[in-house]
């Protein structure tokens, strides 16, 4: 074991409270930003989930021959923003109706003729349902000769789209903040264990050690306690899932790549926060 | 080994440290620093570790030309120094031996050397039935063996002693400077600043005595500075 590896663990047993302390704080702050990072990965979900049902109907005039239908499917398919396009003729949209509106079965069941007019019901590839993507397709889609109407809800994709707009903004600017906290935060807790060991690399330094020997066990007791303070805010933000998922609503947590961005993020901060601090400390100037 | 050139050292405010200061120490020498607080005992000690720097003249240590050398040589110039301060500076959480071999750790000694050296400085300081004591369950002169220990372990060319016994009781001191002298006798230079003129008057050392940054008594020196007799 090198010296470096021997200093950066025996740091932790020299000064038990003060990295216990440093740890639990890098914790914190990172539980913190984490929790952020559930929030705005469960909206994004939702937002997800709720754009799956953006779909555009095309109403076929009456008469329109199926085979007529059946070939405009093919081109529609061929869009590069549609996913799927499906036929549903006069008969399997009553069948529906009566399916999906038991409260007009009555109605349904009274009928002569059958009102409803056959369609073409297109989904769009997920990149492709902003209101610019649909508004677009139904635009070409008008362009069919046998086209009576196209639906699409115009009104509630735009202010999907302003939500999601407003959502995208809202977690850039929170979670930099955020972040940025986090930053300053792990910044003082380290630089606080460097300062109270101040007097070792004032000590060191005289007994000939040079710069880059002094920074070496500090760097990597700076990584290691941003690693565990990672590792700890995981657990945090687990904790945080199970309770939100088991009492309130069905959540969704991380993924084993994003839990590891969390801790390699924390090692990072760790090992950005004692470079500095050492940097400062070591860096007097010549006077 | 230590040569001090017309050196001057200015703080930002504009007091001056040291006036015009030129001594040399030789190869072996024992010197005494004296003069009152505040006379520049310190700062010629810090000069001389390359702690801070000459505002004009120059200093030269061991080869080392502190103004002009490049920031890495300043841990090579003092792995060739020992350092010995008043209030000792150990490590307190780390017992004697690992206090002295701190300095060799350092210095990426072999680790199979390191055992036996500290063991070796430190029964030449007397210390070696407590190398396993900590800092706070020695006594003030026991913690200055083992700053010596410390400073000795990676055999220096010079030993520099700041006070070395201003925090000592009468018959610790007498132990301390004892030490000094027969390291010194072992062929160690040894610059130590005091104001303790019963020490200094014991023997028959070479004196340079500051007096507010000025050089007003050197007894090695061959111009009219010899002359001034001792306060």
């Given at each position: 074991?090198t010296?470096t590896?021997r200093?950066?663990?025996a740091s932790?047993?020299?000064?038990p409270?003060l990295?216990?302390?440093s740890v ?6 990172l539980?913190?930003?984490g ?13 997800a ?5 953006v779909?555009?109907?095309l109403?076929?005039?009456r008469?329109?021959?199926v085979?007529?239908a059946?070939?405009?499917l093919g081109?529609i398919?061929s869009?590069?923003e ?9 008969d399997?949209?009553l ?11 009555g109605v349904?069941?009274?009928l002569q003729?059958n ?14 349902r902003s209101?610019?993507?649909v508004n677009?397709v139904?635009?070409?889609l ?6 009576e ?8 994709i735009?202010?999907?789209d ?10 850039l600017?929170?979670g930099a ?15 606080m264990?460097?300062l109270h060991?101040?007097r070792?690399?004032a000590?060191m ?8 020997f ?7 007791e ?9 590792i700890?805010a ?8 199970l309770t939100v998922?088991?009492?309130?609503f069905?959540?969704t ?8 961005l969390i801790i ?5 901060l ?18 | ?7 001057f050292r200015?703080?930002?405010?504009g ?10 120490v ?8 004296t003069g ?13 570790y ?10 030269r ?7 002009t050398?490049?920031?890495g040589?300043?841990p ?6 020992g350092i010995v ?17 701190f300095a060799?750790?350092?210095t990426s ?10 063991m070796r400085?430190?029964t030449?300081v ?15 002169g026991?913690q ?6 410390r400073?000795?372990v990676?055999?220096p060319l010079?030993?520099?002693?700041d006070e ?11 132990g ?5 002298r ?9 610059l130590?600043?005091t104001?303790d003129?019963?020490?200094?008057r014991?023997t ?6 500051l ?10 020196a ?10």
């Open positions: 074991m010296l590896v200093e950066a663990l932790f047993r020299r000064t409270l990295s216990a302390l639990t704080t890098i914790a914190f702050a539980f913190v930003l929790l952020f990072g559930l929030v705005a990965l469960n909206l994004r979900e939702a937002l989930a709720i754009q799956e049902r779909e555009i109907v109403y076929l005039r008469g329109t021959p085979e007529t059946t070939l405009a081109d398919e869009f590069p549609v996913e799927s396009a499906v036929y549903v003729s006069e399997e949209a069948a529906r109706a009566r399916r999906e509106l038991p409260e007009f079965q349904f069941t009274d003729a009102p409803l007019p056959a369609s073409l019901e297109i989904r769009l590839k997920p990149a492709f209101s610019t993507h677009a139904a635009e070409r008008r362009g069919f000769r046998f086209a109407d196209i639906r699409f809800g115009r009104d509630w735009e202010k999907l302003r939500l999601r707009d407003v959502a995208a903004v809202v977690g600017a929170v903040a955020f972040a940025l906290a986090s930053v300053i935060i792990i910044g003082t807790t380290i630089r264990g460097v060991r101040s070792e690399i000590i330094r005289l007994v000939g050690a040079t710069d880059g002094v920074r070496r066990p500090f760097l990597l700076g990584a290691l306690k941003g690693a565990l303070g990672g700890g995981v657990a945090l933000n687990q904790a945080a899932f998922d088991r009492l309130l069905d959540a947590f991380f993924t084993l790549a994003q839990i590891g390699a993020f924390g090692t990072m760790g090992l950005l926060a004692s470079a500095v601090s050492v940097r400062r400390h070591l860096g007097r100037p010549r006077s | 080994m230590i040569r001090f050139a017309n050196v200015a703080y930002p405010r007091s001056l440290a040291l006036k015009d200061v030129t001594f040399h030789a190869k072996g020498e024992f010197a005494f620093l009152h607080s505040g006379a520049g005992k310190s700062t010629v000690l810090r000069l001389v390359a702690d801070e720097f000459p505002t004009a003249g120059e200093v240590v061991s080869g080392f030309h502190t103004s050398m490049a920031s040589d300043i090579r110039l003092r792995r060739r120094l301060f008043q209030d000792f500076r150990l490590l307190e959480d780390r017992t004697a031996e690992e206090n002295v071999a060799l750790e350092v000694a072999r680790r199979a050397a390191i055992a036996p050296k500290v400085v430190l030449q007397g210390l070696a039935a407590k190398a396993t004591a900590y800092p706070p369950e020695l006594s003030g026991e200055q063996r083992v700053a010596i220990a400073a000795l990676n055999d010079v030993l520099l002693a070395p016994t201003g925090n000592l009781d009468e018959r610790a001191t007498r301390i400077f004892q030490l000094l027969d390291i010194n006798a072992a062929g160690t230079a040894v130590m600043a104001h003129l019963d020490l200094v014991q028959s050392y070479r004196v340079i005595e007096q507010q940054g000025t050089l007003v008594y050197d007894s090695g061959d111009d009219g500075l010899a002359e001034r007799v001792m306060p």
